[in-house]
C-alpha cells in the first residue's frame, strides 16, 4: 500500500503537537491519534491540574501560617467541589486554546481512535489503515502501581484519581517522596487532610536541600515517615499500611506516588518490532529512533525525563529525524522544578554527579537567612546551592529550595549552557530584592566567606 502521509504520531499531547507543529512547517503532511482526551498527561492529568490545586491550597496555607501579625488573615474550611470544577474549567480552556486551535491554525488533524500497529509498516486505527511513511509514538505514561501486598483490598487513589476527588478526606497515607508524593502531599495537607508520607523525602535533591524539605513538610504538619512501605490492610476506618521496620500508620485514604510507566497498551509494540528497555519503556536512540528503522517515539513513552518541554523537543527532533532531518535533544542545564512550598528546583549536575564526571568539585550554600527577598518574606526557610568546577569556576549546577525557586532557574540554565563561572555571576547583574539575586549572592561566596552589606 502506497503511503499517503508524510507522518502519523500517537497521541496529542506536547510531545504529539510539538512533531505535528514541526511537520507543518516543514510543509508536510501529518495526522495525530488520539484514543482519549486530546491534551496528554501535562494538560489532562499532571501540570496544570496539579499546580492549578497546588496555588488553591497553597493561599489557604498561606492564610493559615501569615508572617505578619498586623494583617489578620483566616481559613475557612474547603468547597472542594468548587476548586476542582474551576481547575477542570481551567483545563477545558488550555485544551481548546493550545491544543485543538493550536493544530487547526497548523493545518493538521487530530482523529480520533485506537492506534494499533499491524506489522512493522503499517498502523491501523481503529482497524483502519492509516499509511505513512514514518511515525512517531507519543502517548505519555501512567501512574505506576507497585507490588504491595494487601493493596488489592483497598480502594487507593493516583495522582491522577485523588485531583477528581469531589470529598476532602480527613485523612491521607502518600506512599512516594518523590515529585508526586511532595507535592500531592502538599496539596491535600494545604486544603485541610491530615497527612503522612511513607518514602524517602525527595530522595533526588541535594542533601542540605531534603534537609530544608523536611523543616518544610514539618512546618505544614505532614507526618514523614522515611521507611519502606511493606503491606496494606483495609479496615473499617480506611486503610492501614505498615512499614519495614513494623510500623504501622492508618488513614482514609490511601495515594500511590511512586512513578510513573510508559503508556503504550493496545499499541501492538510487538507486532511493529518496537523494542522496550529494561525500565519498560520504548527504547530509543540519541534521535530518538526506535528499533524499527519507521518509527520515532518521544516524550514519557521513550523514558525522556517527565516535564512537558522534554516532550515537546523530544517530539520536535522525533519529527525531524522522522522527515529525513537530524537532530538531537541538548539537555546541558536541564531545569528541573518541584512546585512544593518552598520550591525544590535545579538545573544541571549535582554534586555527586559533579564528581562522578570527574570533576574537581567545589560548592557553595547560600542559607535563607542571607537572601534579602527571604527576609522581607519573614520566610527564611530555603537554602541555594551552586556546583562549580573547582580548577576552572565554571558553573555546573545550580539546586535550591526557596519560594520562587524555579523562576531562579531560568538564570542558572543561561549561565550553565553558556559556560559562566562563579565570577562571571558575581560580576553580572541581578536586581535587588528578587529571589534570582541569591544566585548572584551565592556566586560571590566563592570568593570570601565573610557577609557582604546588601548589594556590596
Known sequence: MSAELDLAVIGSGGAAMAAGIHARRAGRSV?????????????????????????????????????????????????LPSVVAQKDTLIEHLRAAKYLDVAAAHGFEIRR????????????????PLPARAYVVATGSVPATPDLP??????????TTAMELTELPES??????????????????????????????????????????????????IAVVEQRAVQVTADAGGVRVTTNTGQIVAAQRLLLAIGRTARYDGLGLDAAGIDVDERGFIAVDARQQTSNPKVWAAGDVAGAPQYVYVAAETGRAAAVNALGGK???????????????????????????????????????????????????????????????ADTGQVLGVHAALEGAGDVMLAATYA?????????????????????????????????????????
Open 327 to 389: 537532530a538531537e535533544v541538548d539537555y546541558t542545564g536541564l531545569p528541573r522544578v518541584v512546585f512544593t512550598r518552598p520550591q525544590l528546583a535545579s538545573a544541571g549536575l549535582t554534586e555527586a554527579q559533579a564528581l562522578a564526571a570527574g570533576h574537581a568539585c567545589d560548592c557553595r550554600v547560600l542559607g535563607g537567612q542571607d537572601i534579602p527577598r527571604a527576609l522581607t518574606n519573614q520566610d527564611t526557610l530555603g537554602a541555594l546551592k551552586l556546583v562549580a568546577d
Open 113 to 128: 481512535g485506537q492506534a494499533r500497529f499491524a506489522d512493522p509498516d503499517l498502523l491501523l486505527v481503529d482497524g483502519q
Open 172 to 221: 491521607l497515607i502518600v506512599i512516594g517522596g518523590g515529585y508526586v508524593g511532595m507535592e500531592q502531599a502538599q496539596l491535600f495537607a494545604g486544603l485541610g487532610t491530615a497527612v503522612t508520607l511513607i518514602g524517602r523525602l525527595a530522595p533526588c535533591a541535594e542533601p542540605e536541600l531534603a534537609e530544608v524539605m523536611r523543616a518544610a513538610f514539618a512546618q505544614a504538619g
Open 416 to 456: 550553565i549552557k553558556a559556560g559562566m563561572t562563579v565570577d562571571d555571576v558575581a560580576d553580572t547583574w541581578a536586581p535587588y530584592l528578587t529571589m534570582s539575586e541569591a544566585l548572584r549572592i551565592a556566586a560571590g561566596l566563592f570568593r570570601t566567606d565573610k557577609p557582604t552589606s546588601c548589594c556590596a
Open 150 to 159: 494487601g493493596l488489592e483490598t483497598v480502594d487507593w487513589l493516583t495522582s
Open 31 to 79: 495526522v495525530l491519534v488520539e484514543r482519549g482526551v486530546t491534551g496528554g498527561t501535562c494538560l489532562n492529568v499532571g501540570c496544570v491540574p496539579s499546580k492549578a490545586l497546588l496555588a488553591a491550597s497553597g493561599q489557604r496555607e498561606h492564610a493559615l501560617h501569615n508572617p505578619f501579625p498586623g494583617v489578620p488573615t483566616s481559613a475557612r474550611p474547603v468547597d
